[in-house]
């Protein structure tokens, strides 16, 4: 590993923290040492507060924010010496110390600092970094860790053996480190934890860091023990039914929608293959930092209620002895390996199954070069449990519970670059859900790069496109819970005896027949969503009241109306709801150019501002309108309605 400061970026970074927040985000580059706000790192500053007196601040990362985007404005500033004080007192609860933090940050409005601030505090060095690198965690996690270690780095680190983060840890440092610190001495390594390295300056803080982990590095290199390979032999994937059904019955233990995020890449595979999966699997993460998102273990193969039965079991073998009662979590798992599927991640929404599967390819990297080294060792299944049921830990995780209403459910919409799809992406996301973006439009790949959303560019009308992009999603996102059939096209104004067969065939095929297929594609998935399939139709006031010049627009779109209905006739039984929406006069969207509002206005027989207005209301209707009552009508207001078909267009004589 290599140091990536340079002084001219260096220089970019200003005012006291600049150097801190620089090397900060240098850390947070390196996916091997820091993954989603793991890692904290620290400044002592000297400052005068209002009153001319000098003090001692510790500027110590706060929650919330991650390295490699960190701004000063990241950092909690706290009063050190009251923290000092603290890791010398002979025992502290976690609430109180959490409490002691609060009442020491200087500045209103800061974030949370780090439950691990004692640890940067207790070093007397200004500058601090904390990593959970991938090679120390490898080198570490094996019978003989400590040993390794020391010949490793010798005098260069103090070295801790493993307890669980928090006061405990922190005093137990503030012990130990004056002990074994030398001169030499540039960090401290946590035991199944991760390590520490400090210095006078920023730079030299986190050249230690890169250091340090060069060295594990190394030694992993020399011992054959890094990048090791491993054999994957081709699978059968699961297809998009069976990888539906196993969400199902995950969010059924979860107790909400999950998304599943499903990837056969070679490693995971491979791993998933491995002769000694279920041994290597089931020793929990390489350090506590990373089973907020992951639970203890994955769960082999797909049988979900065996794996909540075992979790059951788990949590009534350390409930018991905890000092607080417990409430269990959900018995869910958060990861899956199956030979035949690869990794699949389970995670409240979509961001969280991102998190959970690079989390886990960084476990597969430091469990594999630990085998090689001399043998794997997890965490301890007692450890786990009292980080998995830590009240600090717990606290976060009820926070998480105010969640959007859609959050880990998936919708897909049609024609979803632009006008009222891309209006109903945007409704959908909002509301938590993971949306499929379907568009023949390649612009609909790059309109957001979220984890949240998977643009695809396809044409409806090919059947074999439609059913490939089909699967794509479902090992993206696990399912399709909501559809938005949305795309459609508008022919050129042609009164009735001028219809050209290919003009009416190519209004057919797109508004009809291309929506008919994605339903009957989809009908298995949406039977298997867990709150029930949700389909919105975005009609056209054409179809209550037709326009003149518009037959093959109008009857498509007809149609499609009836096919909704028989729909709802007949998918009522599987828990699915579909529902209709004719908007008018929506001009905001792909379908409308000037041409052809001066055509339909002049069939009119009005101006185009009259014609944009030509309602009730005598209000505009905007794609947005459309896009939230789409959204709404899939969400618990329409919960008891299906077959309805609702105006959105501001009033309309012909149809009222
Ligand atoms: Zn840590």
Same mark, same amino acid.
């Given at each position: 590993?290599?140091?990536?400061?340079?002084?001219?970026?260096?220089?970019?970074?200003?005012?006291?923290?600049?150097?801190?927040?620089?090397?900060?985000?240098?850390?947070?580059?390196?996916?091997?040492?820091?993954?989603?706000?793991?890692?904290?790192?620290?400044?002592?500053?000297?400052?005068?507060?209002?009153?001319?007196?000098?003090?001692?601040?510790?500027?110590?990362?706060?929650?919330?924010?991650?390295?490699?985007?960190?701004?000063?404005?990241?950092?909690?500033?706290?009063?050190?010496?009251?923290?000092?004080?603290?890791?010398?007192?002979?025992?502290?609860?976690?609430?109180?110390?959490?409490?002691?933090?609060?009442?020491?940050?200087?500045?209103?409005?800061?974030?949370?600092?780090?439950?691990?601030?004692?640890?940067?505090?207790?070093?007397?060095?200004?500058?601090?970094?904390?990593?959970?690198?991938?090679?120390?965690?490898?080198?570490?996690?094996?019978?003989?860790?400590?040993?390794?270690?020391?010949?490793?780095?010798?005098?260069?680190?103090?070295?801790?053996?493993?307890?669980?983060?928090?006061?405990?840890?922190?005093?137990?440092?503030?012990?130990?480190?004056?002990?074994?610190?030398?001169?030499?001495?540039?960090?401290?390594?946590?035991?199944?934890?991760?390590?520490?390295?400090?210095?006078?300056?920023?730079?030299?803080?986190?050249?230690?860091?890169?250091?340090?982990?060069?060295?594990?590095?190394?030694?992993?290199?020399?011992?054959?023990?890094?990048?090791?390979?491993?054999?994957?032999?081709?699978?059968?994937?699961?297809?998009?039914?069976?990888?539906?059904?196993?969400?199902?019955?995950?969010?059924?233990?979860?107790?909400?929608?999950?998304?599943?995020?499903?990837?056969?890449?070679?490693?995971?595979?491979?791993?998933?293959?491995?002769?000694?999966?279920? =041994?290597?699997?089931?020793?929990? +993460?390489? &350090?506590?930092?990373?089973? %907020?998102? /992951?639970?203890? #273990?994955?769960?082999? @193969?797909?049988?979900?209620?065996?794996?909540?039965?075992?979790?059951?079991?788990?949590?009534?073998?350390?409930?018991?002895?905890?000092?607080?009662?417990?409430?269990?979590?959900?018995?869910?798992?958060?990861?899956?390996?199956?030979?035949?599927?690869?990794?699949?991640?389970?995670?409240?929404?979509?961001?969280?199954?991102?998190?959970?599967?690079?989390?886990?390819?960084?476990?597969?990297?430091?469990?594999?070069?630990?085998?090689?080294?001399?043998?794997?060792?997890?965490?301890?299944?007692?450890?786990?449990?009292?980080?998995?049921?830590?009240?600090?830990?717990?606290?976060?995780?009820? =926070?998480?519970?105010?969640?959007? +209403?859609? &959050?880990?459910?998936?919708? %897909?919409? /049609?024609?979803? #670059?632009?006008?009222? @799809?891309?209006?109903?992406?945007?409704?959908?996301?909002?509301?938590?859900?993971?949306?499929?973006?379907?568009?023949?439009?390649?612009?609909?790949?790059?309109?957001?790069?979220?984890?949240?959303?998977?643009?695809?560019?396809?044409?409806?009308?090919?059947?074999?496109?439609?059913?490939?992009?089909?699967?794509?999603?479902?090992?993206?996102?696990?399912?399709?819970?909501?559809?938005?059939?949305?795309?459609?096209?508008?022919?050129?104004?042609?009164?009735?005896?001028?219809?050209?067969?290919?003009?009416?065939?190519?209004?057919?095929?797109?508004?009809?027949?291309?929506?008919?297929?994605?339903?009957?594609?989809?009908?298995?998935?949406?039977?298997?969503?867990?709150?029930?399939?949700?389909?919105?139709?975005?009609?056209?006031?054409?179809?209550?009241?037709?326009?003149?010049?518009?037959?093959?627009?109008?009857?498509?779109?007809?149609?499609?109306?009836?096919?909704?209905?028989?729909?709802?006739?007949?998918?009522?039984?599987?828990?699915?709801?579909?529902?209709?929406?004719?908007?008018?006069?929506?001009?905001?969207?792909?379908?409308?150019?000037?041409?052809?509002?001066?055509?339909?206005?002049?069939?009119?027989?009005?101006?185009?501002?009259?014609?944009?207005?030509?309602?009730?209301?005598?209000?505009?209707?905007?794609?947005?309108?459309?896009?939230?009552?789409?959204?709404?009508?899939?969400?618990?207001?329409?919960?008891?309605?299906?077959?309805?078909?609702?105006?959105?267009?501001?009033?309309?004589?012909?149809?009222?």
């Amino acid at each position: 590993m290599k140091s990536r400061w340079t002084d001219a970026e260096a220089a970019q970074y200003t005012g006291p923290l600049g150097a801190r927040v620089y090397t900060s985000r240098l850390l947070g580059r390196e996916r091997s040492l820091v993954l989603h706000g793991g890692g904290n790192t620290s400044v002592k500053l000297c400052e005068k507060d209002l009153f001319g007196e000098e003090r001692e601040v510790l500027y110590v990362k706060g929650s919330g924010s991650d390295l490699e985007t960190i701004d000063a404005g990241g950092f909690a500033p706290l009063a050190l010496a009251h923290l000092q004080k603290l890791t010398r007192l002979p025992a502290l609860s976690d609430a109180q110390m959490l409490n002691e933090l609060g009442t020491q940050v200087l500045r209103a409005g800061a974030p949370v600092p780090s439950v691990e601030t004692l640890l940067h505090a207790l070093l007397p060095h200004r500058y601090v970094d904390h990593t959970h690198a991938d090679a120390v965690l490898a080198v570490s996690n094996t019978p003989d860790g400590a040993q390794r270690m020391r010949e490793i780095y010798g005098e260069r680190v103090a070295l801790i053996p493993y307890v669980m983060a928090g006061f405990d840890l922190a005093a137990h440092c503030a012990r130990e480190f004056p002990k074994q610190a030398t001169g030499k001495t540039i960090g401290m390594v946590l035991l199944s934890h991760g390590l520490l390295s400090f210095g006078a300056e920023a730079r030299e803080s986190y050249e230690r860091m890169i250091e340090l982990v060069s060295m594990a590095e190394a030694y992993l290199e020399r011992n054959r023990a890094w990048h090791i390979a491993l054999p994957a032999r081709p699978a059968a994937a699961p297809g998009r039914e069976e990888i539906a059904d196993l969400r199902r019955a995950i969010a059924a233990q979860a107790g909400a929608p999950v998304v599943l995020r499903v990837s056969d890449a070679p490693r995971f595979l491979g791993f998933a293959q491995h002769p000694q999966v279920d =041994k290597l699997s089931q020793q929990g +993460p390489a &350090t506590p930092d990373h089973l %907020l998102y /992951t639970k203890p #273990a994955p769960m082999l @193969g797909r049988d979900v209620a065996a794996f909540a039965r075992g979790y059951r079991e788990y949590f009534e073998r350390h409930a018991a002895r905890a000092k607080q009662p417990k409430t269990m979590l959900d018995p869910a798992p958060r990861m899956v390996l199956d030979p035949q599927l690869g990794f699949a991640a389970a995670g409240r929404d979509a961001r969280e199954a991102a998190i959970i599967e690079e989390l886990y390819q960084h476990s597969i990297e430091v469990i594999l070069s630990a085998e090689a080294l001399g043998g794997w060792r997890g965490v301890g299944e007692a450890h786990l449990f009292d980080i998995e049921y830590w009240d600090l830990e717990q606290a976060k995780l009820r =926070k998480a519970a105010a969640a959007p +209403p859609f &959050t880990g459910e998936i919708a %897909l919409v /049609t024609g979803a #670059a632009s006008g009222i @799809g891309k209006a109903c992406a945007e409704a959908f996301l909002r509301r938590g859900a993971a949306v499929v973006g379907l568009d023949r439009n390649p612009a609909i790949e790059s309109l957001w790069q979220r984890p949240e959303f998977l643009g695809l560019t396809v044409e409806l009308t090919d059947a074999a496109a439609l059913n490939a992009s089909l699967d794509k999603a479902v090992r993206r996102f696990g399912g399709v819970d909501m559809i938005v059939l949305n795309a459609g096209i508008f022919p050129s104004s042609q009164p009735l005896q001028d219809i050209t067969a290919d003009s009416w065939q190519r209004a057919m095929s797109v508004n009809l027949e291309a929506p008919l297929r994605l339903l009957q594609l989809c009908h298995a998935l949406l039977r298997l969503a867990p709150r029930g399939g949700r389909i919105v139709v975005i009609g056209s006031r054409n179809v209550p009241a037709p326009g003149p010049g518009a037959a093959a627009y109008s009857a498509s779109k007809a149609a499609l109306n009836q096919v909704a209905r028989v729909a709802a006739l007949e998918w009522a039984k599987d828990g699915i709801r579909i529902n209709s929406l004719h908007p008018d006069a929506v001009y905001d969207t792909g379908l409308w150019t000037e041409e052809l509002l001066a055509a339909r206005a002049k069939a009119y027989g009005m101006s185009v501002e009259q014609y944009r207005r030509k309602n009730l209301l005598r209000t505009e209707v905007a794609s947005r309108d459309v896009a939230e009552l789409a959204a709404e009508m899939c969400g618990a207001l329409f919960a008891k309605t299906t077959a309805a078909q609702v105006p959105v267009d501001g009033g309309n004589e012909r149809v009222v």
